[in-house]
């Protein structure tokens, strides 16, 4: 996993430090098969603590480990993970230190412990977890500190949250049992909060000697190799998210005939995992996945942009976007008319939501409640229920009974529109909008916005899955969702497993 993990304090002295950095090295040489004693770049091992930092702004509450570095090897990847009190490669620590600042400054959680993410495409992208440790020489009996993870690629950063966040609160957990068992031993010794009253009122404390205010995390925790065992947690999260978590094409995009050998892979420079790339890769934007069902073999040939096109211009904008607003937000979708026409609504409207979402029944004998089908067509000699909040009727109408300058398509929906539409509805009615796009071009948008929304619906259910309820409003942000895509992405996530934990 490409990624930076750092640990800050902030130092009552010297303001937000960070005190410990492990990272990645690999070495892609595939055909040498010994065993190196480090896998990354030799002068990385030659790059002192003291190049890096200036050292005379620091107290023993802003150091770790000083010099010493710890290495761990894994032989088969040909991975070396990295400990030192500082990134030893400058670009990344100067990121770093403004991540830190961030962390324990302004990027704080409402609460000011728990999780956040910051970041951009110059500074990185980071995700935050800002804790405390009982300290009983610190400013308010604790220490703040917490754990950065630093990546340049966002959306990897974000859908690896669930996992980051599960390990690391394990970390921060013993961490701070460390802590209180010090700090519980000290104040059966002598409590601090008693001493400090005695001190202000000019009496004598516990002890003759002033307080040492700043303190390492050593003397904190009363742990010696307190380092030692964050090095081995930092490695084990950053191999097991290498292991577990790869980047690859979305599956959904790309020619069924192409064979997934997770066997065959390539190591690209920055990390990641390119599944596939030695053969060709062809493109099938088919992915409205039309042999679904057999029932539209009929119009397979029909292009889909072509008919959200042609349905935007006959319904008209108003009544259009509440037929797409209702298929984006899990609303019935019910079309009753001739059964071409009504095949190539269904086919069009279907192919906007994942497949996993969609229940589709394009012809019945009878109406069907919106738990068994949210795409439904009938004949209109079936009866079907009146216009509601729940179902969206689309009603075509037959030639023969067609009004002179009357529309041939009706949208009946007594449901309301929010005054904020889904941001994915909004980028659906540009696209269809913007003619210098071409219907081959549009097909393939639709269906990189379906994969989009399809992840950040599967992160968010994630997180649900995991009991992180509170941190939803900030993860949605984050993927660039907001309050009006609660209710796609609450539809979107009912076709995913009921425990993705």
């Known amino acids: 996993m490409n990624a930076a993990i750092a640990l800050c304090t902030f130092c009552e002295i010297h303001g937000p430090k960070v005190i410990f950095t492990t990272q990645t090295y690999r070495n892609y040489d595939t055909q040498n098969t010994e065993k190196l004693k480090f896998y990354g770049p030799k002068e990385v091992l030659r790059q ?29 990847t040909r991975t070396s993970f990295l400990s030192a009190q500082q990134s030893l490669m400058q670009d990344i620590g100067n990121l770093l230190k403004h991540a830190c600042i961030r962390s324990l400054s302004c990027e704080v959680h409402p609460g000011k412990e728990g999780v956040c993410y910051f970041g951009d495409e110059y500074r990185g992208h980071v995700l935050s977890h800002t804790f405390t440790l009982k300290d009983a020489q610190a400013r308010g009996f604790r220490r703040w500190c917490s754990f950065i993870v630093f990546m340049r690629d966002k959306q990897f950063l974000l859908n690896m949250w669930p996992f980051l966040i599960d390990n690391l609160k394990e970390v921060i957990r013993e961490l701070q049992d460390f802590a209180e068992r ?10 601090q909060r008693a001493m400090r009253l005695t001190t202000a009122n000019g009496g004598m404390g516990c002890h003759s000697t002033s307080i040492k205010q700043s303190r390492t995390l050593t003397d904190i925790t009363n742990e010696k190799h307190v380092f030692v065992r964050i090095h081995m947690w930092l490695v084990w999260i950053l191999s097991a998210g290498a292991r577990h978590f790869i980047e690859i094409f979305p599956m959904s995009l790309l020619d069924d005939e192409l064979n997934y050998n997770f066997e065959h892979q390539i190591e690209t420079e920055e990390g990641f995992t390119l599944l596939n790339a030695k053969l060709p890769v062809n493109f099938n934007f088919n992915w409205d996945d039309s042999e679904l069902l057999p029932e539209f073999s009929e119009i397979a040939e029909r292009s889909t942009a072509v008919i959200l096109r042609n349905l935007k ?9 509440q037929l797409l607003y209702s298929c984006l937000t899990g609303v019935q979708v019910l079309v009753r008319g001739p059964k071409i026409q009504r095949l190539e609504s269904l086919y069009g409207l279907s192919s906007l939501v994942p497949r996993a979402c969609r229940r589709v029944n394009t012809q019945t004998l009878e109406y069907m409640d919106p738990d068994t089908c949210n ?18 009727r689309l009603d075509i109408i037959l030639n023969e009974h067609k009004v002179e300058n009357a529309k041939s398509h009706i949208v009946k929906w007594t449901g309301s529109l929010p005054i904020k539409l889904p941001t994915l509805l909004t980028k659906i009615e540009k696209s269809l909008d913007n003619e210098k796009l071409g219907n081959s071009v549009l097909k393939a948008h639709f269906a990189t916005l379906q994969e989009e929304w399809a992840n950040i619906a599967k992160v968010v259910h994630a997180m649900r899955g995991r009991g992180h309820r509170g941190d939803l409003s900030g993860l949605m942000l984050s993927l660039g969702a907001g309050p009006q ?15 993705p934990a």
């Open 313 to 321: 211009q006959i319904l008209g904008k108003d009544q259009f976007r």
């Open 375 to 392: 795409f439904i067509g009938v004949d209109t000699s079936v009866a079907v229920p009146l216009p509601c909040a729940t179902v969206c």
């Open 48 to 76: 002192g603590h003291a190049s890096l930092e200036d050292g005379q702004d620091e107290c023993e509450g802003c150091q770790s480990i000083g010099n010493v570095k710890y290495l761990s090897n894994e032989h088969e």
């Open 182 to 191: 010090r700090y519980n031993v000290e104040e059966a010794e002598c409590p």
């Open 485 to 499: 895509d609660k209710k796609l992405l609450d539809a979107w996530s009912m076709g995913l497993p009921s425990n």
